[in-house]
C-alpha cells in the first residue's frame, strides 16, 4: 500500500542482530504485514529519541474509562507532524489472570482484538503484572472496554491511586514449596477489591504480592506494600535415604542448577550445613544422619534448595505478613516490615479482609498525598503503628535489633502520678 | 453473523457468566470459543448514556480456567523438581504424573504477531496452554519426553529476519534470568535512558549466562528508566537505574496553563520549588523557581508538571547498583548499592554500561562461592575489595548523604588494605 | 451527613475552590480536610459515585489520581491547555 510512509532509522536497525530476540525485527515485520504505520512512527520517533537522547512522549490526564479511576495511562508524542499515527498512544491495562497462565482461545482473540482496536503492540507483562495494551487513540478507549467486558468478560487493572493488580507467584499449580494457594488468594481478594481497584480510594497506589514460600519469587517484601509470604511452623520433613543419596552423589544437588560448572563434589557440610545462616543443622558422619534443631530454624529454604527431594517444608502451614516495601520514590527504597509471623489461611479469606480494612482505614485517615503506607508507618513509628493501630502485641520479632537511644515518648498514664506536678511543693523541696 | 445476533450471542454467554459468578474452572468459559466480532462495542456503547450496557468490576477470568488438566490434576501435590538442562525443568507429583516445562527468553516489548506465535507453538505441543513468568519468560509444558525434544528442536530454529532467536532456552539455575524492565523511551513521558534498547544490548552480550548454569548462584538484572523505578531494580544483583543530572526548566509562560503550581511544588522531596511571578509582555504571571543547589534531579516535579522538563541528552544517562537480592535464602533481602554513578546516554548498544555489566558480572563469576549471591559475595570480601577486584573507580558520589546515610559508614576499625589506601 | 448532602457539599468545596483562582483538580485528601465531619471511605464513595453521574471527572497526574468538574482546568488530553484565567 502506498500510503505507508517509511522512516530511516539506521540506530534503531543495530538492535535487529544480535541473539537475544530483537523487538525491531518484531515490529517492522508486524508493521509490513498489516500495514500498520504505527509500526513505522514508533520505530522513527525511536530514531528520533536515539538522536535526541530524550523522550518524544508526552502525558495527559485521562484515567480510565467512564466510571473508572485507572486502567489506562494517557500518552502523546511531542511530534505530531513526523509521526501523526501514534499522536494519541495511550497505554491499557489488563488484569492477568492469577499466576499468568492462559489458553490459546484467549490470547488469539486479544490479539485480533488489538489488532482491530489499537497497535498491535504489547508488554508480556508489565512489572506489576498487568497485560498491557501499548498504543491506541481516546475513541478507541471505550470500545477496547466494551469489548472486553462483553467478549471476554475480562477487566482492566489498577492504575493511579487506587489498588493495583494483586500478583502471585505459580505456587500451587507447579511448586512443590507452594505453602498456601497463592493463586486462589489473589483471585479472591482481586474480586474482593473491585471497587479498589478501579476507583481512587487512597492517597497513593497499594499493592498485595503473594509468595508460596521465603524465596519469594514475586519479590513480594521488595515490591508489595502488603506481602504475602508462605512459612511453616512445625518441623522440616527428612527423608534419610535421600539425604544420603545426595551426599554419595546419586542426586543432583540443587535441582541440577549449577550443572555447567564443575564445582567439585557434592559437600553437605560446606554446601548445607555450613551455609544455614542459624547454624541449626548437624551433619553426623558416622550415623550418615541429618539433624536439624527445628526451633532455631528461621525458615530461610537454603538446605531445602539444595537437597529438594530429601527436605521439604514443614506440614502446619500458613503465612508470613509483612507491610510497607517501595522503591526510592519519594522517602527512599524499603523492604516490607513483618507485621504478623504467622496466620493460618483459609478462604474466603475473612481474617485477612479485616486486617486489610484496618489498614487502609487508618492510611486514608492519616497519610498524606503520594505517601505509601510504609512511609506512613516510618512517619508515626512502627510501635505506635503495631500497638495503637492495629492494636497487636509488639513482639521482638517485629525489630531486628531493639532501639539504641532512650528517647522513648512515654505515656502520662504509664507513668505514676502522671504529668501533672505542682512546682510550687517541688520548690519546697528544692530552694531555687 | 448480523450484529443484533451477536449481541444476543454475547447476552447469552454473559448469563451463563453471572450464573456462576464466572468461576470456570473444569471447562473454560464458552465465550472464548466465540470469534473476536469487530463491530459490537459500537453498538453497545452510546457515548449519550455511557452507563447503558456497561459491565464493571467483573476482574480478570477465574485462573483455573486456564490451568492445563495435568495441572489441574496434580493442584497442590507436585513433589519435586529438576532442572535437566539449562531452561527444561522435569515436574514429578505425587500422582506419578510427570510435566516437563520448557523455558523461553522475551523481549517483554511484543507484537500481536509474536503473541500469536507462541500460540501455535502452545497448541502445537500444549494443548493450547501457556504460561508466563514474572521475569517476561514463557514456559511451555510437554507431558511427555518425545514432545519435549520435538518441541525444543522446533524452538530453536524460529528466528527473526535477521537472526535473532524468537524463543531462546534458558533463565533456570545458575543463569542470568530475562532482565525485569521498563518502557524507556517507547513508551513513557518521564525516562532518562530508552529501556528496551539497553535490555537488548546487555542481553546480546550476555547470552551465554542465559542458557547455562555457570555463575555461583543465580543473577537477576533490572532496570529501570527513571526513578519512579517501575522495574524492581533496587533489590537486584545487578541493575540499570536512569537518572538525571540537570534541574527542571521553568516555562514561565505556560506553566500557570498547563499545571497546578501548588502541586508542583509539593511534589518536591526537598522542598526546592518556591512560587514566584513574572511579568510577560506586561502581563502578571504565576511561576515557580527551582532552587537547583537543593535540587536531587529526582524528576518528581516534572511527573506533576509538564512545564518543567528535566529530560536532557547530555545530562542524563545510566547508574549502576549492585549487590541487592530478594530471597530470604541464606541472608536476608537487601538493597542494591550505587557503584557506578554515571555512564552517558550510547544509543543504539550502549557499549559503555554493557561492558561494565559484564565485567561485574565475570568478576562475580570467578570470585564467589557457589551459592553465593552478588550481595552475599560483596559482603563477605567487603566493598573496599569489590572496588579493587573490578577495578571500577570509587568517586564520592558512592557516599551516601540522603535520609538513614550514617547507617552506610565505617564506624570501625575492620577494613581491608586495598590499592585504595595511600600511605605516605 | 447522608450521602446526598455530602456529594452536594463535595461539589460546594470544588466550586468554591475554583471561585478562588485556587486549584481546579483536588485529592480526596483535600475534599477529607475540607469535609472534616465525613468518613473517608464515605467521601471517596460519594465523589466516585459523583463521577458516574458526570458531574466530576478523574484527572491523573502520572502516579496519583485527583477529582475536577468536568471541562475545568487542565484538559483531559495533552497539549489541551487550560482557558486563561
Ligand atoms: C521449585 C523451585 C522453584 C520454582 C518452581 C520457581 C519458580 C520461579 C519462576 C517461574 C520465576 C520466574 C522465573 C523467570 O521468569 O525466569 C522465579 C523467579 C524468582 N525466583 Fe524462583 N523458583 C524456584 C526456586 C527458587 C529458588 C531456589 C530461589 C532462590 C535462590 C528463587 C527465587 C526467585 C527470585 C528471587 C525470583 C525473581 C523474582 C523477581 O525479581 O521478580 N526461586 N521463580
Ligand atoms: S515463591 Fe516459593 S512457592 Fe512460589 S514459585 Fe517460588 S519457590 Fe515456589
Ligand atoms: S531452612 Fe535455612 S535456617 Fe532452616 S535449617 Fe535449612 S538452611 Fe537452616
Ligand atoms: S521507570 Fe520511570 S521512565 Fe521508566 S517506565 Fe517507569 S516511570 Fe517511565
Ligand atoms: S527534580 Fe526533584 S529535587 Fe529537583 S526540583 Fe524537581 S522534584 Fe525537586
New binding site residues.
Partial sequence: MSEIKKHDTPMVDQLKSGPWPSFVDDIYSYGEKHKKQCAFDLMGQLELSYKHKETHWKHGGIVGVFGYGGGVIGRYSDQQEKFPSIWAFHTIRVHHPAGKWYHTAALRKLCDMWDHRGSGFVNFHGSTGDMVLLGTTTEQLEPVFFDLTHQFHWDLGGSGSNLRSPAC??GKS????ALFDTQEIDYELTMHFQDELHRPAFPYKFKFKFSGCP?????AI??ADLSFIGTWIDEIQIDQEAVKAYVNGELKP??G?FSDRDWGPFDIKKEVIDLCPTKCMHWDEKEQKLYINNKDCVRC?HCI?VM?KALKPGKDRGVSILIGAKSVILEGAQLSTLLIPFMRLEPPYDDVKELVYKIWDYWMEVGKNRERVGELIQRIGLNRFIVDVMGMKPIPQHVRIPRNDPYIFWREEEVPGGWKRDIKEFRKRHPA | MADEKVIEKLKELWTKYEEIDGKFDEEMDPVFKEPYYPGVAEKLFNPDKPMENRITDIGPPYFRQFLPPIIKKNYGKWVS?EIIQPGV?KYESETGDVIYVV?CGTPRLETTDYIREICDIADKYCDGYVRW?????I?FHVDSEEKLKALIEDLKNRKHPNGSYKFPIG??GASV??I?HTQGWIHCHTPAIDASGVVKSIMDELFEYFGSHKLP??T?L?LACCLNMCG?VH??DIAIVGIHRKPPMVEDDRIQHVCEIPLAIAACPLGAIKPATVEIDGQKKKTVRVNAERCMFCGNCYTMCPAMPIADGEGDGIAIVVGG???N?ISPPKFSRVVIPFIPNEPPRWPTAVKWIKHILEVYSQHANKYE?VGDWIERIGWEKFFELTDIPFTEKSIDDYRLAYTTYRTSTHFKFTKHIEIK | MDKAELKQKILEVMEAKIKKGGKTKIYLKDLQREIPGANPREIKNAANELVREGKLEYFSTGSTVMFGLPGVGMGLEAGVEKPEE
Fill in positions: 507467584c505459580m507447579r511448586c512443590e514449596w524465596l519469594d519469587c514475586v519479590a521488595a515490591r540443587n535441582a542448577a529454604m534448595a529438594p | 523438581h525443568l523455558r513468568t514474572t521475569r517476561n519468560n514456559e533463565g533456570t534470568s530475562n525485569v548462584a543465580k537477576r533490572a524492581a533489590c537486584s537480592k530478594v530471597t535464602r549471591r
